[in-house]
């Protein structure tokens, strides 16, 4: 279930649980600052692979 895979995030330092002030029966979970930090750098590095393609790939004119 999807609980399990969250306590393992939790347990493993990769997600916070918090409480929700709102509604006391849930709770929150927002990104540790490690892994916000690993997350950054993996969208920073997709996205610039990603360019990188994209600049080789021609592209007709869409009025042929």
Request: proline share 0%; net charge negative.
């Amino acid at each position: 279930t999807a609980l399990k895979y969250i306590n393992k995030a939790i347990e493993l330092g990769l997600l916070i649980e918090l409480e929700n002030q709102n509604d006391t029966r849930s709770k929150l979970i927002t990104l540790s600052d490690s892994m916000r930090h690993k997350l950054d750098l993996y969208l920073d590095r997709s996205s610039e692979a990603v360019l990188k393609t994209a600049d080789k790939v021609k592209v007709r004119d869409c009025d042929d």
